[in-house]
């Protein structure tokens, strides 16, 4: 996806996209590193916004997924 939006919302899908390739490689443990302090408090607080809802809802999904 390439358009306009805010620098938050392509670091999320950064994020999530790196969590969904981790995903299909089957691996079952995962450390996510970021140099985004502002967006790992809303992941780990699920603080949202209109346009990080959807994102960031999926990467807890995906969160939990490794969690197990």
């Given amino acids: 996806f ?6 938050v919302n392509a670091k999320l899908w950064a994020i999530l996209h790196g969590l969904e390739m981790v995903q299909s490689r089957r691996y079952d443990k995962v450390i996510l590193e970021t ?7 809303m992941i780990k607080e699920g603080l949202k916004s ?3 809802t959807t ?3 999926k990467i807890n999904i995906m ?3 490794f969690a197990n």
């Fill in 2 to 7: 390439i358009g306009k939006g805010l620098a």
């Fill in 50 to 52: 209109m346009t990080t």
């Fill in 63 to 65: 969160q939990r997924q």
């Fill in 35 to 41: 140099d985004c302090m502002t967006e790992m408090e």
């Fill in 55 to 57: 994102i960031i809802r």
